[in-house]
């Protein structure tokens, strides 16, 4: 398995801030682990003695609400640090994370990270910039869900989808998201997100095959994101 030190995931992550040393430290403690998709990388209350750090594929993370229904915060991609938060505050994770697609992940332990967190200015900064980012998510998301209504946060969903995961050779969007996971992203019961779907494609918005969805009118779809 590759070295930490030649990785060029890092250059995505706060991992980029560490001296060779450091890295090198990590690399010799760090472990690789393929996720087949569906499975639980870590889940909500669990305590984490490490973090993970996303070399291939796609995780959700999710928040389960009072009345049992997921809640998707974010997903997670190539590079991305899981669990960062939750090791430095030493509080048990906050969200699940759920393989979306077969994943390789690598974990690293606790004291690799806090020690160059205590000993590496740099690195303090580059993590505290990455915790910052995710609250900037975070506030951007409660203001999606408060001033914007089910139909546009579907529309946003799906140009989100193709704008960061890009389209397979057939034009169809290139990360499949169950509907129900759709229902998670946005907010809404997985009935109400079948519904707007199906009203997307009567419109020639979106096409499907299968689970598979592509974008049929982009500039439609925008318009419906704007509220149009």
Known sequence: MGRCENCIIRQFNSLRAMSKEELKRVSDTKTTKLVKKGETIFGEGDKLNGVYCVRDGVSKLSKLSPNGKDQIVKLATQGAVLGQRSVITEEVANLSAIA?????????????????LNSNPNFAVEVLRHIAHDLKEADDVIVNMSQKTVKQRIAEAFIYLEENFGKDKNG?????????????????????????????????????????????????????AKGG
């Open 100 to 116: 979306v697609n077969d994943m390789e992940v690598c974990f690293i332990p606790k004291d690799a990270i806090m020690d160059s």
């Open 172 to 224: 169809y969007l290139a990360l499949t998201l169950s509907r129900e996971d759709i229902a998670n992203v946005v907010g809404t019961a997985t009935e109400s997100a079948i519904r707007i779907i199906s009203d997307f494609k009567k419109l020639g918005l979106i096409k499907a095959s299968g689970k598979k969805v592509a974008i049929a009118d982009r500039k439609a779809l925008d318009e419906v």
